[in-house]
Protein backbone atom coordinates (compact mmCIF):
# COMPACT_ATOMS: atom_id res chain seq x y z
CA UNK A 1 0.00 0.00 0.00
CA UNK A 2 1.25 3.52 -0.52
CA UNK A 3 2.95 5.09 2.73
CA UNK A 4 4.37 8.11 1.10
CA UNK A 5 2.97 10.17 -1.41
CA UNK A 6 4.97 13.56 -3.00
CA UNK A 7 3.19 16.53 -4.33
CA UNK A 8 3.61 19.93 -5.44
CA UNK A 9 5.40 19.17 -9.10
CA UNK A 10 5.08 20.87 -12.07
CA UNK A 11 6.52 22.78 -14.78
CA UNK A 12 8.28 26.61 -14.35
CA UNK A 13 11.04 28.52 -15.88
CA UNK A 14 14.47 28.58 -14.85
CA UNK A 15 14.70 30.84 -11.79
CA UNK A 16 11.41 30.10 -10.11
CA UNK A 17 10.30 27.88 -7.30
CA UNK A 18 8.80 24.95 -6.25
CA UNK A 19 8.10 23.34 -3.07
CA UNK A 20 7.47 19.47 -3.00
CA UNK A 21 5.73 17.66 0.12
CA UNK A 22 5.97 14.41 0.77
CA UNK A 23 3.21 13.29 3.15
CA UNK A 24 3.06 9.80 5.11
CA UNK A 25 -0.76 7.94 4.74
CA UNK A 26 -1.66 5.29 7.39
CA UNK A 27 1.07 6.29 9.93
CA UNK A 28 4.01 8.56 10.97
CA UNK A 29 7.39 7.79 10.24
CA UNK A 30 8.47 10.27 13.47
CA UNK A 31 11.74 8.76 14.83
CA UNK A 32 12.91 7.74 11.12
CA UNK A 33 15.51 9.48 9.05
CA UNK A 34 14.20 11.24 5.49
CA UNK A 35 15.13 11.52 2.14
CA UNK A 36 14.58 13.44 -1.28
CA UNK A 37 16.05 11.74 -4.35
CA UNK A 38 15.40 12.76 -8.25
CA UNK A 39 15.80 11.09 -11.02
CA UNK A 40 16.51 13.09 -14.36
CA UNK A 41 15.28 11.56 -17.69
CA UNK A 42 17.77 8.87 -19.00
CA UNK A 43 19.51 9.12 -15.63
CA UNK A 44 20.41 6.56 -12.61
CA UNK A 45 18.18 7.93 -9.67
CA UNK A 46 20.63 10.59 -7.36
CA UNK A 47 20.76 12.01 -4.08
CA UNK A 48 19.37 15.46 -3.39
CA UNK A 49 18.68 15.58 0.28
CA UNK A 50 18.11 14.10 3.49
CA UNK A 51 17.06 15.09 7.05
CA UNK A 52 17.74 13.55 10.73
CA UNK A 53 14.77 11.77 12.62
CA UNK A 54 15.01 15.33 14.77
CA UNK A 55 15.23 17.83 12.03
CA UNK A 56 18.67 18.65 13.56
CA UNK A 57 21.10 17.46 10.95
CA UNK A 58 20.72 17.61 7.24
CA UNK A 59 22.75 16.90 3.96
CA UNK A 60 22.63 18.01 0.51
CA UNK A 61 24.32 17.03 -2.91
CA UNK A 62 26.56 19.81 -4.14
CA UNK A 63 24.32 20.47 -6.80
CA UNK A 64 21.38 22.04 -4.63
CA UNK A 65 23.08 22.95 -1.96
CA UNK A 66 22.13 26.93 -1.44
CA UNK A 67 19.07 26.26 -3.56
CA UNK A 68 17.30 23.76 -1.40
CA UNK A 69 16.43 22.98 1.80
CA UNK A 70 14.79 20.45 3.29
CA UNK A 71 12.53 20.45 6.61
CA UNK A 72 9.66 18.33 8.52
CA UNK A 73 6.96 18.58 10.00
CA UNK A 74 5.91 15.28 11.85
CA UNK A 75 3.09 16.94 13.36
CA UNK A 76 1.73 16.72 9.98
CA UNK A 77 3.25 13.82 8.80
CA UNK A 78 5.12 15.36 6.19
CA UNK A 79 8.33 16.12 4.78
CA UNK A 80 9.38 19.38 2.54
CA UNK A 81 11.85 20.39 -0.36
CA UNK A 82 12.05 24.02 -1.21
CA UNK A 83 13.76 24.34 -4.29
CA UNK A 84 14.95 27.65 -5.31
CA UNK A 85 16.85 29.10 -8.50
CA UNK A 86 16.04 26.06 -10.43
CA UNK A 87 17.62 25.53 -13.17
CA UNK A 88 16.65 23.30 -16.54
CA UNK A 89 19.51 20.38 -15.26
CA UNK A 90 16.66 19.94 -11.90
CA UNK A 91 14.23 17.93 -14.45
CA UNK A 92 13.38 14.96 -12.88
CA UNK A 93 11.19 12.66 -11.12
CA UNK A 94 11.57 13.60 -7.68
CA UNK A 95 10.65 10.99 -4.57
CA UNK A 96 10.58 10.81 -0.96
CA UNK A 97 11.84 8.45 1.33
CA UNK A 98 12.10 6.70 4.92
CA UNK A 99 14.37 5.15 6.92
CA UNK A 100 14.50 3.72 10.38
CA UNK A 101 17.91 4.41 11.08
CA UNK A 102 20.89 7.36 10.39
CA UNK A 103 20.75 10.46 8.16
CA UNK A 104 22.58 9.08 4.84
CA UNK A 105 23.00 9.82 0.98
CA UNK A 106 22.24 6.22 0.14
CA UNK A 107 19.30 5.21 -1.47
CA UNK A 108 19.55 1.57 -1.47
CA UNK A 109 18.99 2.10 2.22
CA UNK A 110 16.03 3.32 2.77
CA UNK A 111 12.98 1.55 3.22
CA UNK A 112 10.28 3.15 2.29
CA UNK A 113 9.83 5.00 -0.85
CA UNK A 114 7.01 7.51 -2.95
CA UNK A 115 5.72 7.20 -6.34
CA UNK A 116 7.30 10.46 -7.00
CA UNK A 117 6.01 13.65 -8.55
CA UNK A 118 7.53 15.09 -11.93
CA UNK A 119 9.57 18.55 -12.06
CA UNK A 120 10.35 20.36 -15.55
CA UNK A 121 12.67 23.29 -15.83
CA UNK A 122 12.30 25.08 -18.90
CA UNK A 123 15.01 27.13 -20.42
Known amino acids: QVQLAESGGGLVQAGASLRLSCAAI????????RGWFRQPPGKEREFVAA????????IYADSVEGRFTISRDDAKRAIYLQMDSLKPEDTAVYYC????????????????WGQGTQVTVSS
Open 97 to 112: AAREHGITSRGDLYDY
Open 51 to 58: ISWSGENT
Open 26 to 33: GRTFSGYA
